[in-house]
């Protein structure tokens, strides 16, 4: 018995969903868990229901599925764009975080005005980049920031050396060493 057209379209899409899959696996290419199990689940869905319309069930597969490998190879391809234009920015630099520009920047989210810089600190989604300027601009918003989980160990080793009692008590709180 020969496979279908459909029935092979089916197979190469679910194959490729198996390869980004894999792929995200590499520490380049950035899906999270969810994303992950959805792209499985829809890998092994569609490779079985082309075994299932071949083999168990008499039954034939609209020819629409021809267009079924395009989602996969979109989302390949997003992927690629994103890893070549990452290679391509320049290098962050590197800067002391004592010697931190005090000028203001922009929140990753719309709030404006008062607590904007307040739930910045406290998000475990900001950036090193983000919380060691508002470390360095906003003295008072230090022990939220030592108690941040996204605190990098350097910026944690500056917040020590400035010897705040708030600081360290966050610090130790979070079960690090002080020192």
Do not use: C
């Not at 018995?1 to 969903?17: C, D, F, I």
């Not at 959805?38 to 629409?64: C, H, K, N, Q, W």
């Not at 000028?103 to 950036?127: C, D, N, W």
């Amino acid at each position: 018995m020969s496979w279908s057209t459909e029935s092979l379209a089916l197979v190469v899409t679910g194959g490729m969903l198996a390869l980004v899959v894999i792929a995200s696996l590499h520490s380049r290419v950035a899906l999270s868990a969810g994303s992950r199990i959805i792209f499985l689940v829809g890998a092994v869905t569609f490779i079985s229901f082309a075994f299932l319309a071949e083999y168990a069930l008499d039954m034939r597969v609209p020819p629409v599925v021809m267009i079924l490998p395009l989602v996969p190879i979109a989302i390949i391809v997003v992927i690629v764009r994103r890893i070549i234009r990452e290679s391509h920015a320049p290098a962050v630099e590197t800067q002391t975080f004592a010697a931190a520009s005090p000028t203001r920047f922009a929140a990753p989210f719309t709030v404006a005005g008062e607590g904007a810089e307040r739930l910045l600190a406290a998000s475990p989604y900001a950036t090193a980049n983000e919380l060691s300027e508002l470390a360095y601009s906003h003295p008072e918003l230090r022990p939220a920031i030592a108690a941040n989980p996204s605190a990098p160990s350097s910026l944690l080793q500056w917040l020590i050396e400035q010897g705040e009692p708030a600081v360290l008590a966050a610090i130790s709180a979070r079960g690090r060493l002080l020192g």
